[in-house]
């Protein structure tokens, strides 16, 4: 039996976790020995030790949901659906240590998690549970017969996660795949792996059978790949950074040419034309920056705003900020208003953009520093008159880093926004319906929010365009990509 640890989570309750991989419904220890130390971002201090897997651990997994798909393709609709949603009902109950699981190794607030991410996870499951039994084929006519098509699951899958949101990402993959009769390996991020393991002994609680899901931790570049490689794996869905993505992509043109989602990151632009609700917009392009610390592939992180409406925008960004003085500290703590970012490398890649985005020539309006000297904590930043080439404005900083510039037309904006290799979500302010309509549809993007700041819902597509990758979480287009259409026809014998 692999080791307990224990974490002291909101208001001190104690949490106590298997540290192993949870594969055929057990936690057994990981074949390598090897550990992954888990860190708490706010304070930089170990909170432990876990398993983490190696190729031998995946090989195991997969073997494990090979018996699994066996009995869970079979498994008729209504059983999926009470499945789905006793793991609904246990993600409820243990909201409490779940947001506290999010808050110690990935920083993420507490009140954010438990007020919103668990939600999310929680109406992502009631929402799929209520596809079971419902995906139906066509019936077609054909030249002297008739075809009929269903979906059919693709078979073992895995779901590769990142840290920033892990569980409702986590859910937005599992959820989808389960219904239509798949079984799933979850690999979750080494930078946020304690959530995974509580999420692992629910679904034995709720009564999924043995290898329909195993939950599998461990670094990227050895099970991550190792998962990505596997000649039996039919579908890795994965939500991370390009280089990694790119890595799953080769994996499986190497291996068996695996289907591959890939949900990558973007460098959204939110648009302040001069017609908006000027307080709106205020509130949603700092929201959407600052959110989770701006460790949102959604994050709004290039502001667009209009020259007739610039400067005194710009001076209100500048006093909001000033006005709502942020409460730095320990995540669990519900009066925090600003966690740490998730590590080390993360704080020092943040700073690094900062120091760029002070060489660039932009105007630092407020922030620009780190917090302390103890724990991974950066300041709101936000930069004004932001050239078009500055690196602020073209990379993906992932970090509370606004960076913000002046358009006068709408074509001129149109052509700034899409002016990017990302595309996955955007933000418009303007109360003109017809401007709303003709912007939304030249946008290159693959979710575009008006009067708001990346709304989700469990019945809305996520996902992206160029090179934010391809493939939807969520809403009905997921379920196309958790299953592959049949085709059956039949030869219609005359009578003699
Ligand atoms: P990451 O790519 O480093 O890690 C994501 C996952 O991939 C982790 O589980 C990691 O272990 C695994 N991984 C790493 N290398 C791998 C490999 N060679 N083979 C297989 N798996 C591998 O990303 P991250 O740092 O955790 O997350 C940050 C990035 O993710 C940002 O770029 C962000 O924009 C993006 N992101 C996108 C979305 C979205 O929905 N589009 C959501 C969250 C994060």
């Not at 192993?20 to 888990?38: A, H, R």
């Not at 979850?186 to 709720?206: D, F, G, N």
């Not at 510039?405 to 003109?432: P, Q, Y």
Request: net charge negative.
């Amino acid at each position: 039996m692999p080791a307990k640890l224990t974490i002291a989570g909101f208001q001190g309750r104690k949490i106590t976790l298997s540290t192993g991989l949870f594969i055929n419904n057990k936690f057994v220890p990981s074949s390598t020995g090897q550990v992954l130390s888990v860190e708490n971002p706010a304070t930089g201090e170990q909170l432990g030790t876990i398993s983490a897997a190696g190729p031998d651990d995946i090989n195991s997994a997969v073997e494990s949901a090979k018996a699994g798909f066996k009995t869970w393709r079979t498994v008729s609709g209504p059983t999926r659906a009470r499945l789905l949603l006793k793991l609904a009902d246990l993600l409820e109950r243990d909201a409490e240590d779940l947001a506290s699981l999010e808050a110690v190794d990935a920083g993420v607030l507490y009140t954010d998690s438990i007020g919103m991410n668990i939600p999310q996870a929680v109406g992502c499951l009631r929402y799929y549970a209520g596809w079971a039994g419902k995906i139906d084929g066509k019936t077609l006519e054909m030249d002297g017969g008739i075809a009929y098509t269903y979906r059919e699951p693709l078979g073992i899958c895995g779901a590769i996660v990142p840290w920033n949101a892990p569980l409702m990402i986590t859910i937005w993959k599992l959820a989808p795949a389960l219904v239509t009769g798949n079984v799933l390996v979850i690999k979750s991020s080494e930078l946020s792996p304690l959530y995974a393991l509580r999420l692992a002994e629910l679904i034995k609680e709720a009564g999924f059978p043995p290898g329909v899901v195993s939950v599998v931790t461990g670094e990227g570049a050895t099970a991550g790949q190792a998962l990505s490689e596997h000649m039996d794996v039919r579908k890795i869905a994965f939500t991370g950074s390009a280089v990694a993505g790119r890595k799953i992509l080769q994996a499986a043109s190497r291996t068996n040419l695996k289907k591959v989602s890939l949900e990558l990151g973007g460098k959204g632009p939110s648009i302040v034309f001069d017609d908006c609700d000027f307080e709106n917009a205020l509130l949603w392009t700092r929201i959407g920056i600052t959110a989770n610390n701006g460790q949102i592939c959604a994050a709004g992180s290039r502001i667009y705003v209009q020259a007739s409406i610039y400067d005194r925008f710009i001076e209100a960004y500048k006093n909001a900020a000033a006005d709502v003085p942020t409460v730095a500290g320990n995540p669990l703590d519900p009066s925090t208003t600003k966690g740490p970012v998730v590590s080390r490398i993360q704080h020092e890649k943040i700073l690094d953009f900062v120091r760029q985005g002070k060489q660039s020539g932009a105007k630092l309006l407020f922030g620009g520093d780190r917090i302390g000297d103890k724990g991974y904590f950066v300041q709101n930043t936000a930069f004004a008159d932001v050239d078009e080439d500055a690196t602020i404005m073209r990379e993906e900083i992932f970090g509370p880093v606004a960076s913000i510039a002046k358009f006068t037309t709408e074509e001129e904006v149109i052509l700034k926004a899409n002016d990017s290799h990302h595309g996955l979500s955007a933000a418009i302010f303007t109360n003109d319906v017809s401007r709303a309509h003709r912007v939304t549809e030249a946008l290159e993007s693959g979710q575009v929010t008006v009067n708001a700041w990346a709304m989700l819902s469990p019945n809305v597509p996520f996902g992206g365009v160029k090179e934010s990758g391809f493939g939807r979480d969520m809403g009905e287009e997921a379920l196309e990509g958790w299953t592959t259409v049949k085709a059956v026809k039949y030869n219609i014998l005359p009578r003699l």
